[in-house]
T-cell receptor, first 115, second 115 residues
Framework: DQQVKQNSPSLSVQEGRISILNCDYTNSMFDYFLWYKKYPAEGPTFLISISSIKDKNEDGRFTVFLNKSAKHLSLHIVPSQPGDSAVYFCAAYNAGGTSYGKLTFGQGTILTVHP | ETGVTQTPRHLVMGMTNKKSLKCEQHLGHNAMYWYKQSAKKPLELMFVYSLEERVENNSVPSRFSPECPNSSHLFLHLHTLQPEDSALYLC??????????????FGAGSRLTVL
């Protein structure tokens, strides 16, 4: 049973437009959410996170929105740049438990930003 | 060197071979992890070490044997693997377990092919 799902395997966006990457989760114990970005031949790198006590967190061009009632989060990139082309992973965590960094990841979404 | 370094980057082995993957972190972190990424699947946590003690073994078959001789080094010993074990094996580290354990620093991964 996959507890974190990214239902769009890929997304293609024009440079300068908004990229919206979506993520759904089923485990109501998750209370901390992260996005990681992965370039080819590199490991995933942390991008942005949000705690369940918030519904929005912003860092420059990147904003994560959390809708707890819908168990849904999204990552907005505005404006999108060709260098943003990468695989984006959504991950979730139970900060209140003994999860030992036991992040539960989604399958990833390949974002391609065209010049 | 900085960050998390994994060697080898690529490994091809037969089912009867014994090989090892190596991970080294130069961040002064106390926790290290092995993750597995199979094609079109989410990252799966395999093992967690904190201060050289294994704190999590996520139902991984015994043909995978981890070793953590010190807080900077982590090995994954491989023996009599199956073709379905072919995957990208990612090492990660975090400052500690607990609240900071969700922000992981990943290595670039070791791409394993089992023939």
């Amino acid at each position: 049973d996959q507890q974190v799902k990214q239902n769009s395997p890929s997304l293609s966006v024009q440079e300068g437009r908004i990229s919206i990457l979506n993520c759904d989760y089923t485990n109501s114990m998750f209370d901390y959410f992260l996005w990681y970005k992965k370039y080819p031949a590199e490991g995933p790198t942390f991008l942005i996170s949000i705690s369940s006590i918030k519904d929005k967190n912003e860092d420059g061009r990147f904003t994560v929105f959390l809708n707890k009632s819908a168990k849904h989060l999204s990552l907005h990139i505005v404006p999108s740049q060709p260098g943003d082309s990468a695989v984006y992973f959504c991950a979730a965590y139970n900060a209140g438990g003994t999860s030992y960094g036991k992040l539960t990841f989604g399958q990833g979404t390949i974002l391609t930003v065209h010049p | 060197e900085t960050g998390v370094t994994q060697t080898p980057r690529h490994l091809v082995m037969g089912m009867t071979n014994k090989k090892s993957l190596k991970c080294e972190q130069h961040l002064g972190h106390n926790a290290m992890y092995w993750y597995k990424q199979s094609a079109k699947k989410p990252l799966e946590l395999m093992f967690v070490y904190s201060l050289e003690e294994r704190v999590e073994n996520n139902s991984v078959p015994s043909r995978f044997s981890p070793e953590c001789p010190n807080s900077s080094h982590l090995f994954l010993h491989l023996h009599t693997l199956q073709p379905e074990d072919s995957a990208l094996y990612l090492c990660a580290s975090s400052q500690d377990l607990g609240a900071g354990a969700n922000v992981l620093t990943f290595g670039a991964g070791s791409r394993l092919t089992v023939l």
